[in-house]
């Protein structure tokens, strides 16, 4: 049987993690189709019918599905359901809203954020914190899986010309109003995708103080991170926050500044490819996952990091 | 209104977990345990609106082993008025929590049910969702403040792009992030009050749920350890390393 998949997006592009799970979906069986909800997301459904491992692309316009309810989703994924053996979705805030209330409907244990296919009814996962590993296998018959997109390359994009086909919205919830969105726009990379990531936490002491951070992060073009401490604290908004219960973040490189790296952040970051840890505390946790140590106070680091980035001739971006 | 706190047990977050040798699990013997962080906002804030005259009743609910009562005996010191310990011999996954927390919604018939939005131990972010769905409730999750409106709830919730606001009719659940508020300490004196205050036992075999798992555990290994690393004497030879050895920058 095959394979459908959940695409996330804003009615005029494909959310990038959408791809990272195309990958782990096409590894589970290569019969893939995408389910596109939404209003107005010709575009969406077009620039997906061109990813090669797509073979068909489900589009439902309407209104209702103009902002994201998972109950209005979940309607309408339920009508398509019979067909398919499993359903899928990233497992970043969107899938991990969405996919429960499907797999309950269909009375399945779902089988949250994997990061490895073994077969089409064995996945591996992180518990705790990503502290350990779990192998596991679904025995319900049909499947509801949420992708950790960081543990997938993304798909190609072009190519491939899937068939379109529309079909007709679910109805709609009269319980859920959506009222408003609050979107932090900025002109760096994605934190989740980014290649370069640099974190703050605690020791930042203050919001104005990342300003440090970020005059780095635009030499690098670098996306900005932060621990939970320095989110509660109020110094950064939500969205930056890296770890066990935010982002997952997989960069090439990353970099945690005045972090002292609790379980919980180490949950986040600890896959990256190569970790730099800025502490003025030698013994703070999050040197032992770090690549390279700097023990140091970050008010003098920082500035000194800049100077010495703008010394390079080049520096990759 | 009434409003249904769900709490579970869970090693301790400050704890570094062990993975058994055999594959079977991690270590829980001897290993001090609590109740799951997010829990705790869900109890706060259900005690929050009832300190602001919006609910009549808090009911904080536990499914598990025998001990799991403590996080209800914990809830209760903190200003839940009563608990409901459904017991259970093994882990169960959230569909089946799910399930066994539908039976107790409509034997209580509470206007909301709280939870936190994740357990930190399987780090499912599962059971919410599935207990909405099964009630077809309408759902708020990974909620960082609350409104309470007539017969609604305005609720701000945490996701990738930022925040979002949606309004829930009641009856809903609401899953709580780590955000939401701040947890209080519960007092000596009401610590002492608590251990009056009723806990009602029922055998998870009596509901007449279908609880068995559906996933087999087949392996729990340790990850890969990342290689020791090296610490750098200078900002300098940082850039330097950055640049040549790893080759990142």
């Known amino acids: 049987m095959s394979v459908l998949l959940i695409a996330e997006h804003n009615n005029k592009e494909v959310r990038p993690f959408t791809y990272n799970a195309i990958t782990a979906a096409s590894q589970i069986n290569d019969d893939l189709h995408v389910l596109v909800l939404g209003h107005q997301a010709d575009d969406v459904a077009k620039s997906l019918s061109e990813v090669p491992n797509v073979k068909k692309v489900i589009h439902v316009d309407n209104e209702i599905y103009e902002n994201y309810i998972a109950e209005n989703y979940t309607a309408a994924i339920i009508k398509h359901a019979e067909n398919y053996s499993h359903i899928v979705s990233s497992a970043n805030t969107f899938g991990k809203n969405l996919m429960p209330r499907i797999a309950a409907l269909l009375d399945t244990s779902q089988v949250s954020d994997i990061i490895k296919v073994i077969s089409e009814d064995t996945f591996l996962r992180p518990i705790y914190a990503g502290n350990a590993f779990a192998t596991v296998k679904s025995n319900d018959k049909k499947k509801c899986v949420t992708i950790r997109p960081t543990s997938f390359d993304p798909a190609d994009k072009s190519g491939g010309s899937a068939e379109i086909t529309k079909s007709d919205p679910a109805e709609a919830s009269s319980s859920t109003k959506f009222l408003k969105k609050e979107e932090v726009k900025s002109d760096r990379p994605e934190l989740g995708t980014a290649r370069i990531v640099i974190s703050g936490g605690r020791g930042m002491q203050n919001g104005e103080n990342f300003k440090l951070i970020s005059d780095i992060a635009d030499k690098l073009n670098a996306a900005i991170g932060a621990s939970r401490a320095a989110v509660d604290a109020g110094y950064i908004t939500n969205d930056h926050q890296v770890g066990q219960t935010g982002k997952v973040v997989v960069p090439d490189l990353y970099i945690a500044v005045g972090i002292s790296g609790a379980i919980q952040h180490l949950a986040g970051m600890k896959e990256s490819k190569v970790i730099v840890a800025i502490n003025k505390d030698g013994e703070a946790p999050i040197f032992s996952v770090a690549d390279y140590g700097l023990e140091a106070d970050l008010f003098e680091a920082l500035p000194q990091f800049l100077s010495e980035l703008n010394k390079l001739n080049t520096i990759q971006k | ?249």
């Open chain 2, 1 to 249: 209104m009434k409003i249904l706190v769900a709490v579970k047990r869970v090693i301790d977050y400050n704890v570094q977990i062990r993975v058994k040798e055999d594959g079977s699990g991690v270590v829980t013997d001897n290993v001090k345990m609590s109740t799951n962080p997010p829990d705790d906002n869900a109890i706060e804030e259900a005690v929050k609106i009832k300190e602001a005259g919006k609910a009549k009743e808090i009911v904080a609910i536990t499914i598990g082993e025998e001990k799991a009562q403590e996080t209800v005996r914990k809830a209760l010191a903190v200003g839940a008025d009563r608990g409901i310990h459904v017991k259970v011999d093994n882990v169960i996954e959230p569909l089946a929590v799910s399930k066994i927390l539908k039976k107790i919604v409509e034997k209580e018939n509470p206007d909301l049910v709280f939870m936190g939005k994740q357990a930190i131990d399987d780090d499912c972010n599962q059971t919410g969702q599935m207990l909405a769905a099964l009630l077809n409730w309408p759902q708020a999750t990974f909620a960082s403040k609350i409104e309470v409106k007539d017969n609604a709830l305005e609720v701000t919730r945490e996701i990738d792009e930022g925040l979002e606001t949606i309004e829930v009719n009641v009856p809903a659940i609401v899953t709580c992030d780590l955000r939401l508020n701040e947890p209080r300490y519960a007092s000596l004196p009401n610590i002492m009050k608590a251990k009056k205050k009723p806990i009602e036992q029922i055998n998870a075999s009596d509901l007449g749920v279908d609880i068995n798992p559906r996933i087999e555990q087949i392996k729990v290994e340790e990850p890969p350890k990342r290689k020791a690393g090296i610490k750098v004497a200078s900002v300098e030879e940082l850039v330097q390393k950055l640049k040549n050895e790893a080759k990142v920058i």
